[in-house]
């Protein structure tokens, strides 16, 4: 038996979705974003000027870090406290939602003081007592907007943990993907944000405890990104192709939250971690080598083959590769984390970190610590 949950209770899509902000009802806004670009832009006055139109006061948090840290959520909740929101509204990439979504569980449970308290086996106590949730996506890649979980780094400890909730319950009230918001993007971001989306979508197909439901959504999600990433790449004001890469992303997002990810994640975790690589490049650059290692499953190999044939490529490994090259992906951790010494005298704490991760059990194989560690030898030297 499986339980499924698909999304948020409503999802609005398209061009100036941004505009269903006034159904929200309530009276003081949250924002969380990750520094001040997106009101560098003009993305954040669109977005307070319709919540204005509502009746809204709202209040910006602007200090959110690329990889949220726990000092950072505490901080958050703190403001929360302060200013007492009736919505908290995560808006930017996967930071900021997942910022936002773990500060709102702070403020609904101010007796917490550990990130260990967030997560399973323990049941978060109170959600939804003081606000509700909603996330707009400025990056199409984590589908955090339709997740459960929040991914905060523990910056003593150089580790990342999942806030999560195994019923749904962390799962936004609201998403609204407005492809408008992605188009500032950098190609860089785009890229990255992009792979990782794919990524999702991969994993989440072939892992063990992936069911009919998940797998619809995690094809649709790999169909969606691969035929429109590399667009959006070159031609940054395709809003179509835009549009189809947030539904890409948060098809993939619902996907993994009904079945897991793998080993890709659990490496990928563990350089963003230790080394502060963006987690969407992290994703990319191992994707290619995680696919080669789990295809000596046999029943894995015809599975990556299905997803390959979908978009008319003979192997899913050059399918990525050949993806990866075409938007300007590094081949090897090497090129990113170049201090090579320093990767050698880390190679076992990456490999216990890779082990340990959240990740990694839902992988189709059961890594022992050899591979693991051969395998993170190969990412890094491109091998």
Same mark, same amino acid.
């Given at each position: 038996?499986?339980?499924?949950?698909?999304?948020?209770?409503?999802?609005?899509?398209?061009?100036?979705?941004?505009?269903?902000?006034?159904?929200?009802?309530?009276?003081?806004?949250?924002?969380?974003?990750?520094?001040?670009?997106?009101?560098?832009?003009?993305?954040?006055?669109?977005?307070?000027?319709?919540?204005?139109?509502?009746?809204?006061?709202?209040?910006?948090?602007?200090?959110?870090?690329?990889?949220?840290?726990?000092?950072?959520?505490?901080?958050?909740?703190?403001?929360?406290?302060?200013?007492?929101?009736?919505?908290?509204?995560?808006?930017?990439?996967?930071?900021?939602?997942?910022?936002?979504?773990?500060?709102?569980?702070?403020?609904?449970?101010?007796?917490?003081?550990?990130?260990?308290?967030?997560?399973?086996?323990?049941?978060?106590?109170?959600?939804?007592?003081?606000?509700?949730?909603?996330?707009?996506?400025?990056?199409?890649?984590?589908?955090?907007?339709?997740?459960?979980?929040?991914?905060?780094?523990?910056?003593?400890?150089?580790?990342?943990?999942?806030?999560?909730?195994?019923?749904?319950?962390?799962?936004?009230? *609201?998403?609204?993907?407005?492809?408008?918001?992605?188009?500032?993007?950098?190609?860089?971001?785009?890229?990255?944000?992009?792979?990782?989306?794919?990524?999702?979508?991969?994993?989440?197909?072939?892992?063990?405890?992936?069911?009919?439901?998940?797998?619809?959504?995690?094809?649709?999600?790999?169909?969606?990104?691969?035929?429109?990433?590399?667009?959006?790449?070159?031609?940054?004001?395709?809003?179509?192709?835009?549009?189809?890469?947030?539904?890409?992303?948060?098809?993939?997002?619902?996907?993994?939250?009904?079945?897991?990810?793998?080993?890709?994640?659990?490496?990928?975790?563990?350089?963003?971690?230790?080394?502060?690589?963006?987690?969407?490049?992290?994703?990319?650059?191992?994707?290619?080598?995680?696919?080669?290692?789990?295809?000596?499953?046999?029943?894995?190999?015809?599975?990556?083959?299905?997803?390959?044939?979908?978009?008319?490529?003979?192997?899913? *490994?050059?399918?990525?590769?050949?993806?990866?090259?075409?938007?300007?992906?590094?081949?090897?951790?090497?090129?990113?984390?170049?201090?090579?010494?320093?990767?050698?005298?880390?190679?076992?704490?990456?490999?216990?970190?890779?082990?340990?991760?959240?990740?990694?059990?839902?992988?189709?194989?059961?890594?022992?610590?050899?591979?693991?560690?051969?395998?993170?030898?190969?990412?890094?030297?491109?091998?």
């Amino acid at each position: 038996m499986y339980s499924i949950k698909l999304g948020c209770e409503k999802m609005y899509c398209g061009e100036n979705a941004v505009q269903a902000l006034k159904t929200l009802g309530g009276k003081r806004a949250f924002i969380v974003m990750s520094g001040d670009i997106l009101i560098e832009v003009g993305s954040y006055k669109r977005v307070a000027d319709v919540l204005a139109e509502a009746g809204f006061t709202c209040e910006a948090y602007t200090e959110v870090e690329p990889e949220p840290s726990f000092q950072t959520i505490l901080k958050g909740a703190e403001r929360m406290n302060e200013f007492e929101p009736d919505w908290v509204i995560g808006f930017g990439g996967g930071s900021a939602m997942d910022a936002a979504k773990a500060m709102w569980v702070f403020y609904e449970n101010p007796d917490y003081t550990t990130l260990e308290e967030t997560m399973p086996p323990n049941t978060i106590r109170h959600l939804r007592e003081k606000a509700r949730v909603c996330c707009i996506p400025t990056s199409a890649g984590t589908g955090s907007e339709a997740t459960r979980a929040a991914l905060i780094k523990d910056t003593v400890q150089k580790k990342k943990y999942s806030v999560r909730d195994m019923n749904g319950r962390l799962v936004p009230d *609201v998403a609204i993907l407005d492809p408008s918001f992605t188009v500032s993007m950098p190609k860089s971001l785009t890229a990255a944000s992009g792979m990782d989306a794919l990524t999702h979508a991969i994993e989440s197909y072939v892992t063990p405890t992936a069911n009919p439901f998940s797998r619809a959504m995690s094809l649709a999600s790999f169909l969606y990104g691969y035929q429109n990433l590399a667009l959006c790449y070159e031609r940054g004001d395709d809003l179509e192709a835009r549009a189809n890469m947030l539904a890409a992303s948060c098809m993939g997002g619902i996907a993994f939250s009904n079945s897991g990810l793998g080993i890709v994640h659990g490496i990928a975790h563990s350089f963003g971690a230790e080394y502060g690589v963006p987690h969407g490049l992290a994703n990319a650059v191992v994707l290619p080598y995680g696919l080669e290692f789990n295809s000596q499953l046999r029943e894995v190999k015809k599975q990556y083959d299905e997803l390959s044939s979908f978009v008319g490529q003979p192997s899913l *490994v050059e399918a990525v590769t050949e993806l990866n090259r075409r938007i300007h992906i590094p081949i090897c951790m090497k090129e990113v984390v170049k201090d090579e010494q320093l990767f050698i005298e880390e190679l076992e704490k990456l490999t216990d970190k890779a082990m340990s991760d959240v990740a990694t059990p839902f992988n189709p194989i059961s890594p022992t610590r050899e591979e693991m560690q051969n395998l993170i030898l190969k990412v890094y030297y491109g091998e």
